[in-house]
């Protein structure tokens, strides 16, 4: 049975920082890119970072410089290093797996930023 489970979301204040984490059990993790990916409320679910098998990463422009997404193949885990937190920062946060034609979510963790 495929699973993704995050942890380490919460609420924070602007500035402040968190880490979100994703364990994945049930595929074979090494293989697949993993992805984090946000939706705040009455937007769209969008991509924030991803990291390849072969570890390239990418992210969405307003989190660059801030966020750090980094992976663990013998742990099958992936994280979300954010720094210096906005409000409009505030979402739940997605872990997202994909290979091929083969994707799984995870049912996300909740991040609010607000002082």
């Known amino acids: 049975q495929v699973q993704l489970v995050e942890s380490g979301g919460g609420l924070v204040q602007p500035g402040g920082s968190l880490t979100l984490s994703c364990a994945g059990s049930g595929f074979t993790f090494s293989e697949y890119a993993m992805n984090w990916y946000r939706q705040a409320p009455g937007k769209e679910r969008e991509l924030v970072a991803g990291i390849t098998s072969v570890g390239s990463i990418n992210y969405y422009d307003s989190v660059k410089g801030r966020f750090t997404i980094s992976r663990d193949n013998f742990k099958k885990m992936v994280y979300l290093q954010m720094n210096s937190l906005k409000p409009e920062d505030t979402a739940v946060y997605y872990c997202?797996?994909?290979?091929?034609?083969?994707?799984?979510w995870g049912q996300g963790t909740q991040v609010t930023v607000s002082s």
């Open positions: 997202n797996a994909r290979f091929s034609i083969f994707q799984y």
